[in-house]
């Protein structure tokens, strides 16, 4: 099968809702600044943010500055846009991420075809402007 | 340690509507569907349906996946005089036969004497399964998985089947296997949906939808209503039926499952699994039996991948070696002889969510009802134990063992 460069779902369609616990990964996107929450008592990262660690039970967060780079996890290959049925070769991605171990982020990746995606395939932040002036973080073939 | 409900309650009926193609059930209401269900399954237990006063639901009394449940209104709809127990496991369809412990649990503790459980589901265009997640607005939790485009099951379950492909070597085959296997036992049911079997080239045929997934390896999309009565042992000496005897019946799951596809955070060896290893590893213990002692599973069949994933976790093979147990044909039933095949034990003997309906994991309890009665259409020969699951989905997923009386 052979499906050609892979794409990421358009921004425009992109809508995304926050909470207090998750709007500082969302307010460091919109800067570029890829991060995951880091508990702020013992260090443990969990993605998506929630509200207490579940390792050590703090509240305390850290939000720090990641590298941007990642590994894909695993990954399925799709071909019709969700929210219009047309044809569109996008690839969802599951990303392990660098400088926080055992967290993942669910992303599209492009700067590949379909075809070549990989697990274990380096990849790096792609940002992508979302409803609201919202920030994506997708991901490009490193 | 034997679970103290071992051999304590039954289920003692079975019912159904017809089931029907996606959404062609209309003009039927859900709560005609329901109500038909439950009277079938009332007058094959021999009760009558004004004799129920417990409500053991599941899937957050979830009727499909919009519509709710409410006992208040099938009372009104039913002339049940008064209810006593009225209760119901949360998330999916992974709690479809767990729903049978709460049933259980209800009828030990007395607050209730016949209890019923049931699903039905009517998907009206704006209903449908497949793009429930990808319609809904995203919540700040799904707001981490829904831009990805992951917005349908098939989509996420497809992530999990590459994981096992790239850990295990598992192959799209093996996927084949599972949907051939159970396709060849609905050719002699009468309500089943699909039933021309199905060979290897026309599954290579089917549209790819979400690779490394095709449309045969989801589920169908039907409408219908399922239900099942249990009560006590005592009372179910006197029903029409043999008992169908509650031998284990246990669900839940651990952490690292979690919210499962619905967050894609699960460590190896988890990912690549159907969830099921915790809730497996307690009725083992609840029954002191093990896969081998089974005699049919019906085993939840949303995805064909996590057949396969299901046959690892309960231990019918060992974890990773799901692919070549199935494509030895351990999964087919033999209908000459009544038995498995080549040493393995017959899987989803009515067909699964696959061909013969999908209504959330009930028609898999149904089976494993009439295969211990002795009465299946697809009859396991001498069947003493069924294995029911369900999910696998968030937690919880559970699953059922039931002992011919
Ligand atoms: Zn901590």
Known sequence: ????????????????????????????????????????????FRM??????PECGSREKKWPSLP?????????ICNKNPKN???????????????????????????????????????????????????LPNFRKA | MAWSNQDKTAIVGIGSTDY?????????T?????????????????????????????????????????????????????????????SGGGGCPGAIGLATAGLMNEDCTYTVTLMALQQLPQHRLGVVFGSAAPSPENSFLQPSGLVGPGHLMSVLARRHMHLYGTTQGAFGEVVMATRANTHNRPKAIRKAPLTKEEYDESVMLADPLRRLDFCLETDGAVAVITTTMDRAKDCRHKPAVVHACAHGGQREWGRAFAWMGMPDPHFASSGHKFTADRIWAQSGLSAQDMDVALIYDHFSPMVLMQLEDY????????????LSGKLRYDPETGTGVNGGVPVNTHGGNLNEAYIIGMTHIVEGVEQVR???????????????SGGPASLPVSSLILRKD
Request: hydrophobic share 35%; net charge negative; charged share 20%.
């Open chain 1, 1 to 44: 099968m052979t499906y050609g460069p892979a794409r990421a779902l358009p921004g425009d369609q992109i809508k995304i809702t926050t909470n207090p616990d998750t709007e500082p990964f969302w307010q460091a996107a919109k800067e570029h600044k890829l991060t995951a929450c880091e508990c702020g008592e013992c260090g443990h």
């Open chain 2, 20 to 28: 029907y193609m996606r959404g062609k059930s209309w003009p039927r």
């Open chain 2, 374 to 388: 002795g009465t299946a259409i697809n009859q396991v020969k001498d069947a003493e134990f069924a294995l029911v």
């Open chain 1, 85 to 135: 049925g047309e044809d569109y070769i996008y690839v969802p991605v599951v990303v392990d991420l660098d400088g926080a171990p055992g967290t993942r982020l669910n992303a599209n990746v492009s700067g590949c075809d379909a075809d070549d995606v990989h697990i274990g395939m380096k990849v790096v932040v792609d940002w992508t402007p979302i409803q609201d002036g919202w920030v």
């Open chain 2, 315 to 326: 231990g019918f093979c060992e974890k990773g070696e799901g692919n070549d147990y199935v």
């Open chain 1, 48 to 53: 998506p943010p929630t509200a207490v660690c």
């Open chain 2, 30 to 90: 859900i709560n005609d569907m329901a109500a038909e269900a439950i009277m079938n399954a009332c007058a094959d237990a021999g009760i009558s349906h004004k004799q129920i006063d417990g409500f053991a639901y599941y899937s957050t009394a979830g009727a499909g996946y919009l519509d709710k449940f409410d006992t208040a209104s099938l009372m009104e709809t039913l002339g049940m005089p008064h209810i006593s127990y009225s209760a119901t496991l949360t």
């Open chain 1, 68 to 76: 941007g780079t990642g590994t894909i996890f695993s990954f399925a």
